[in-house]
């Protein structure tokens, strides 16, 4: 009787340890994420992978089936759960998402042969129309940065601006494009409110 009673308390033991293991989580080795390759697009001729290198990581290929394919200059703070996020234009895809607290980034893909792609962080207004985007760039005494997007130009604007903001670039209280001129309301160092015009054209021009 004593024996059976042994018996049944170690194979009861037994019993709570494999379901104790069955119930620990998981723990998913990252050096496997380089053999997940996901095919996010194939619309006509165009095309955009992901490579997923960690939860919050990936790594782009895009390009024209039969033509070229391209590969993201870094990894991109993406995750493929936001498959949703990526959208098209004519010319472009591009991802407009948030990478933390108070910080949020724009990633362009140009299917173009000739296109780079283009990541900044801070985006303040883009128009792919014209291949512009304006952003605040880490340069402390610039209140924005324009850029074509396509040749690569930029020009920062110095301005005296309130760098009491967090972040910075609540500094700009306004910004909008009508017909090239881009009109931005922004707070000096004084925290008084000033308007500026800048014409773009000159970020228009393609070789």
């Given amino acids: 009787m004593r024996k059976k009673i042994i018996l049944g308390l170690l194979l009861?033991?037994?019993?709570?340890?494999?379901?104790?293991?069955?119930s620990l989580p998981v723990q998913k080795n990252t050096s496997d994420f380089k053999n997940e390759v996901d095919t996010l697009f194939f619309?006509?001729?165009?095309?955009?992978?992901?490579?997923?290198?960690?939860?919050?990581?990936?790594?782009?290929?895009?390009?024209?089936?039969n033509k070229y394919m391209k590969t993201s200059i870094d990894t991109i703070p993406f995750s493929v759960l936001n498959k949703e996020k990526i959208k098209f234009t004519d010319k472009y895809a591009y991802i407009k998402d948030a990478c933390g607290s108070g910080c949020n980034y724009i990633?362009?893909?140009?299917?173009?042969?000739?296109?780079?792609?283009?990541?900044e962080l801070y985006p303040l207004l883009y128009d792919f129309k014209k291949d512009i985007v304006i952003y605040k760039s880490d340069n402390k005494s610039s209140l924005l940065t324009i850029q074509n997007i396509f040749t690569?130009?930029?020009?920062?604007?110095i301005e005296d601006y309130d760098r009491t903001t967090r972040p910075?670039?609540?500094?700009?209280?306004?910004?909008s494009l009508n017909?090239?001129?881009l009109f931005v309301k922004w707070f000096n160092a004084d925290k008084?409110?000033?308007?500026?015009?800048?014409?773009?054209?000159?970020?228009?021009e393609r070789p």
């Fill in 192 to 204: 008084e409110i000033v308007v500026s015009e800048i014409d773009i054209n000159k970020f228009l």
């Fill in 12 to 22: 009861g033991l037994l019993i709570s340890c494999k379901m104790d293991n069955k």
């Fill in 179 to 181: 017909n090239n001129i």
């Fill in 43 to 65: 619309r006509n001729d165009t095309i955009i992978s992901i490579k997923k290198v960690s939860n919050n990581a990936s790594i782009f290929n895009w390009g024209i089936r």
């Fill in 168 to 175: 910075e670039t609540l500094a700009i209280d306004s910004i």
């Fill in 107 to 119: 990633y362009v893909m140009p299917f173009d042969e000739n296109g780079k792609d283009f990541f």
């Fill in 152 to 157: 690569g130009y930029k020009e920062e604007f």
